[in-house]
């Protein structure tokens, strides 16, 4: 099992949860009711699902593909860590992994 800790943008709220290898981010953020969106199921056509990926972990994802750079361009509160939650597949290298959410997170209603 992977620990993933979801962090709030404001850093007061913690929640931690076990997931199964092979699974995406998005999928185990959403079973455990974090506010990601995910509209576009996986596509890259939008960044509801943007989260911020602590530094330690980040350095251990295959980089992004041009197309979910082009995409985090457009996310509200982007950073060097950022990436879509939809394209973080969930292996042991990222047990431990810590994600925050952004501040100023916005759904496709604007939310």
Not at 17 to 34: F, K, T
Not at 53 to 77: Q, S, Y
Not at 97 to 106: D, S
């Amino acid at each position: 099992m992977i620990r993933i800790t979801f962090v709030s943008a404001d850093g007061g709220d913690r929640h931690e949860v076990e997931a199964q290898e092979g699974l995406r981010l998005l999928e185990v953020a959403q079973n455990d009711g974090q506010p990601l969106e995910g509209t576009c199921e996986g596509q890259m056509a939008c960044s509801t699902c943007h989260v911020i990926v602590d530094a330690e972990h980040f350095a251990r994802l295959p980089r992004a593909a041009e197309e979910e750079e082009d995409i985090l361009d457009l996310a509200v509160g982007a950073v060097r860590t950022s990436r879509l939650a939809c394209q973080i597949l969930l292996t042991a290298d990222l047990d431990g992994l810590v994600v925050r959410l952004p501040a100023g997170h916005r759904d496709m209603q604007g939310r």
